[in-house]
């Protein structure tokens, strides 16, 4: 699968293809009707499919104070769109000249001077251009001008509700990552690079592979079951710590998976790691012996869940 920059024309096999476009943040169902609209239309006229999205996300662009909200990195976008029969991931880089263009103007210059579309699907509720002021109206009048189609997809529901990022992060920030994983159609994941620490987990017989959270949203801080997809493919389940560790000082904010029965050095290495079912809240301990018998019946536990 092929990732290209928005700002430049996209090569000749993948010009009059079908476009989904979007933030499509997370991926979760009702991105995935997006762009499985897209990708079908693109397979029944026999034209790539691609997928146009925008990084940073706008918000942050907007409110660059925001708390950390992502989903998804660009990365795990990529595999996820090309899992779904995608051909082309195309990123919109989203700066200050992006947000003044017009809606008119991204129609000729984004979707037809540069991404050649034949057709563009969206979610009804899509807006773009300086200060939102295009919509899917305006997207299939002006793209009737310029030879492409657009079409929408309704939002999905489930429970009686639209799916939407927003209620997805409301869920993991509750602590409730099962349901968002409905949502998601997978348990959310924090994908980083292992970095060392100060390595008390090891003294305690319980070693950790630390993660920076980076731009990832925050979900409720405490102890997870979690399962890991290492660098060569293993698949590893294990608990893990997500807070700012108030037992040690200074505080420090991690993602501390600890694997069972796993010996090697992760150290430097890729790794993903998804957060399965949330078992308690982030706690203070007097001791490491009271922290070490706790970390004992959360390993447990998480074994239980992931049996094994």
Do not use: W
Request: charged letters at 20%.
């Amino acid at each position: 699968m092929e990732r290209l920059d928005g700002g430049s024309a996209v090569p000749s096999h993948l010009a009059g293809g079908i476009v989904a476009l979007g933030n499509f943040d997370g991926f979760h169902l009702g991105h995935q009707a997006v762009v499985g609209r897209a990708v079908a239309r693109a397979r029944a006229e026999g034209r790539p499919a691609l997928v146009a999205t925008f990084d940073p996300h706008p918000v942050r662009h907007f409110r660059p104070d925001a708390p950390p909200f992502r989903l998804t990195t660009p990365d795990q976008r990529q595999r996820l769109f090309a899992a779904a029969g995608v051909d082309a991931m195309v990123i919109f880089h989203f700066d200050a000249a992006l947000a003044a263009l017009s809606a008119e103007d991204f129609i000729a210059t984004g979707l037809h001077r540069n991404l050649a579309a034949a057709g563009v699907v969206t979610g009804e509720d899509f807006t773009f251009g300086h200060r939102k002021s295009g919509n899917v109206a305006l997207l299939a009048a002006r793209g009737s001008a310029h030879g492409f189609t657009a079409e929408t997809v309704a939002a999905v529901t489930l429970d009686g509700e639209p799916v939407s990022s927003t209620r997805i992060r409301t869920l993991l920030r509750a602590g409730k990552p099962r349901e968002a994983a409905r949502l998601l159609t997978r348990p959310f994941a924090v994908e980083g690079i292992v970095q060392h620490g100060d390595k008390v987990g090891r003294t305690i017989g319980y070693p950790t592979a630390n993660l920076d959270m980076g731009k990832y949203l925050r979900p409720a801080y405490g102890i997870y079951a979690v399962t890991a997809t290492l660098a060569d493919g293993r698949r590893l389940n294990g608990a893990a710590n997500l807070g700012i560790r108030p037992t040690f000082d200074p505080p420090k904010e991690l993602l501390e998976p600890y694997f069972f029965d796993f010996s090697g050095d992760l150290y430097g290495q890729p790794i993903e790691v998804a957060l399965i079912d949330y078992l308690r809240a982030e706690a203070k301990f007097d001791s490491l012996d009271a922290l070490t018998r706790q970390m004992a019946r959360d390993c447990a536990a998480a074994r239980a869940l992931l049996g094994g």
